[in-house]
């Protein structure tokens, strides 16, 4: 596609970023057979395609409309585009630069700056997300329905964290929101990795990834939340000797592996940056390269059928496919089979919030094809999702590696 970006932003490093990724679209369209909101809604500027048009106009100094504002906020970050596209095009790097000046150029009306900023403030802070959880619950009986089912009735509990006894360390990242929903599963990952031979650690006072502040509008404070980040892990790398970085959380994953490109010209951070992406791996991933060690300690016996939810930020935002299920089948799952498994749910970070009624149609089409094989159990991989389809699930829907500890004899 040719460009012609306009002089504000065509000699920065997202101007050239921008150009490079544009000039690859050759508009082709086959991007939107796989685009959930174009399938749901029908509208090509709620398709990639039509979304990359809205933004090279934007990029090219036309004038930004709420209009144009509107068909971005309904993208649900997925990147279900950018792996079926077979020209290359980074879908989801233009996005961020798309939305930055998007954010910019346009005024939000007041009740949805407020609705951002409180979401911004509360949901990176752990404590704080931790006490409105627990008011929540309080007012659980009294909030309708739609926003009681929301707030989960209880926290299983997490167990105990092995103590450290192996010569092999591995870093894990608590989050922000996962200790307080489901404190279980850096738990059951730090019993299973234990059984391997990896001794799992977290840093005190590490917190959110960054991804959420950075994906709905404030990404100067997103990028300060990934290099408070880098600060809270950086003395464990290098005193600690841990081998590698170990997620739970596939949309926190996607964004530690995306450190080294979003901190590449901030002199201080990039040379970390850069190591502690190449360090990271999803947990499926670990588990994977180490299966021969809890082969022999898995359970023999009935085959639990199980349906796989893989998150958007593990398929396409990481690029790990079949990974997660594969450990599952050797762990003796049944997997089911899940019609349309490159869709997305509709959690999206915070777009169940945001998008609540885009979010609920995708949700139920989701349950649907999950329940359609007819399983006793939902695994996934990333909290947000675990818990947006929890909301309305007949079935228990967990995280895989819970799932595959009560494997473990
Ligand atoms: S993003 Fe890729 S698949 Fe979509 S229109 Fe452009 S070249 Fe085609
Ligand atoms: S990221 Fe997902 S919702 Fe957004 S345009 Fe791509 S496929 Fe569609």
Redesign the pocket.
Known sequence: MQTALADFIRDTPEGREADAILR?????????ATCPTYLLLGDENDG??GR?YLMKQALEGQEITDKTRLHLDRCLTCRA?ET????G?Q?GRLLDIGRKLVEEKTARPAWERVKRRALAAVLPRRFLFAALLALGRLARPFLPERLAEKVPASTPAAGAWPALRHARKMLALAGCVQPALSPGINAAAARVLDRIGISLLEAKGAGCCGALRFHIGYQKEGLADMRALIDRWWPMIERCGVEGIVMTASGCGAVVKEYAHLLSHDLAYAAKAEKISAMTRDVCEVIDAEFGRIEPILAKGERVRLAFHPPCTLQHGQNIKGVTESVLARAGFELTSVPDSHLCCGSAGTYSILQPELAERLKKNKLTALASGEPRLIATANVGCQMHLAAGAALPVRHWIVALEERLS
């Open positions: 690859k679209c050759v508009h082709c369209g086959f991007c939107t990639p395609r990359i585009c079926t596209c077979p020209s095009v879908y």
